[in-house]
């Protein structure tokens, strides 16, 4: 995880901060929550991209247990596709892209379901027993909770507003 945030930091951040630069001090807030989401995408999804792609050579990326292996392999190398998409996504909504904020939505609701089935088989995986439904209740909740809070920032008019104008049409 370590090395994903330098990745971030060295990669990512600094090039969406000569973007923030441009228009001032206008709109921090939405700069800030920008920085913190795209951040939160990237270290959630970078890490089951990672784990995609070393499982694929030897089968324990595999999400689902005790399913048939070809439906296991389709919905894990959706989900690895997905998240792949995703981080695209995270980066270009650092780069303030109106065009990823718009995808974004697309990939929300199932960011939420695949996040949901990825955390449920993890939580098998680590305790070795089937958790219980108020826990699966409380855990898709609360991603329900943070993915839609990503929605709902995502449409807000200031957010709009904020994407709405490019980077190359600022001021330097």
Same mark, same amino acid.
Do not use: C, H, M
């Given at each position: 995880m370590?090395?994903?945030i330098?990745?971030?930091?060295i990669?990512?951040?600094p090039?969406s901060i000569?973007?923030y630069?441009?228009d001032?001090k206008?709109?921090?807030l939405i700069?800030?929550?920008n920085?913190?989401?795209?951040?939160y995408?990237?270290?959630l999804l970078?890490?089951n991209?990672q784990?995609?792609?070393?499982g694929?050579?030897n089968?324990?990326y595999?999400?689902?247990?005790d399913v048939p292996?070809?439906?296991?392999v389709?919905?894990?190398f959706i @989900?690895?596709?997905?998240?792949?998409?995703?981080?695209?996504?995270?980066?270009r909504l650092a780069?303030r892209?109106?065009?990823?904020?718009?995808?974004i939505?697309?990939l929300?609701p199932?960011?939420w379901?695949?996040?949901?089935i990825?955390?449920?088989?993890v939580?098998?995986?680590n305790t070795n027993? @089937?958790?219980s439904?108020?826990?699966?209740?409380i855990?898709?909740s609360?991603y329900a909770?943070?993915?839609g809070?990503i929605?709902?920032?995502?449409?807000?008019?200031?957010?709009k507003?904020?994407?709405?104008i490019s980077?190359t049409q600022?001021?330097?």
């Open positions: 370590i090395y994903r330098i990745l971030y930091l990669f990512v951040l090039i000569i973007f630069k441009k001032g206008k709109w921090i700069k800030l929550l920085s913190i989401i795209t951040l995408l990237f270290l970078s890490g991209l784990r995609f792609i070393v694929l050579n089968d324990s595999l999400i689902l247990k292996y070809p439906i296991n389709a919905i894990s @989900y690895g596709i997905v998240s792949f998409f995703t981080i695209i996504q995270a980066i780069f892209r109106e065009k990823a904020r718009k995808l939505f697309w929300i199932i960011l379901i695949l996040t949901g990825d955390k449920y088989y939580s098998i995986n027993n @089937y958790p439904l108020s826990n699966i209740i855990v898709n609360i909770l943070v993915w809070g929605f709902i920032f995502y449409k807000l008019k200031n957010t507003q904020f994407f709405a980077p600022l001021q330097n």
